[in-house]
C-alpha cells in the first residue's frame, strides 16, 4: 500500500462520503468504501455515530479515518450520516431519562444484594464492594480502549470478575458509561453469571460452609 500524503490524510481526518459494503453483525465490524482509496476502510460498531441503528449494506455515510501506519491500514475514528445525526438529536431529549433510570436500576439491585448478604453473611460484603470497584474500572478502562482504538479487555476478563462477585460494579459500569449494553451475546452471558454467582452464595450459606469457615478461621486465631 503506498503511503498516503499530507492532502489525503487531511481530507478522510476531516470525513468523506462512502458506502458501507460489508457488515458482519456477530463481528461488529464491517467495511466502507471511499471514492479516495482503492482499498476499503475498516470500521467497528463503536465508531458509528447512533449504534442503535444497526449499520445496512449500501447505506451512505460521512466517514472521518486515521492511517494506521503500523498495520499500513485505514481505520475508521467517526462514522455518521444525517439520518443518524437526525435521531441523535431526537434521542438527547430522552437519553438522560434512561440513564438515569438504568443508574437507579443498578443502584437498587446492588442495594437489595448487600441487604441480602447483610442478613445472611455480613463479612461478605466487604469482599463484594471489593471486587465490584475492581469490576466498574475494568468496564471503564475497556469503554476508553473502545473509543480510542486500543487493545481491548476480554470479555471473558469482565465476566469473571462478575462471577467472583463484581456484578455490582458491572452492572453499575453499564448502566452509567452505556457499555455493553447494546450487546446482547455479553447480557445473556451477564445474565448467567450474576444468578451463577448468587445461587453459589446461596447454597454454601444454606450448607453452611461458610460459618464453618468462620470457626476455622476463629479457632487459628
Known sequence: MKKPNYSLRCDLHLGVDGEIIQWHPEKSSGLVKVAQLDEPIIFHLHDVENPQISPQVGEKITIQAAYDANRLRW???????????????????????????????????????????????RWFIIPTIFMSVISFALFAIDKYKARHQQWRIAESSLHLMDLLGGWCGGL????????????????VIFTITVITHIAVICILHRMG???YLIQLVQQAA
Open 209 to 211: 460452609i461458610f460459618q
Open 75 to 121: 481505520t475508521a475514528t467517526q462514522i455518521t450520516s444525517e439520518q443518524r445525526q437526525q435521531q441523535m438529536q431526537q434521542q438527547k431529549i430522552k437519553k438522560p431519562a434512561f440513564l438515569w433510570q438504568g443508574v437507579l436500576f443498578g443502584l437498587v439491585a446492588t442495594a437489595v444484594w448487600l441487604l441480602v448478604l447483610a442478613m445472611t453473611e
Open 172 to 187: 453499575l459500569a453499564m448502566t452509567a458509561l452505556r457499555h455493553k449494553i447494546h450487546k446482547k451475546s455479553f447480557l
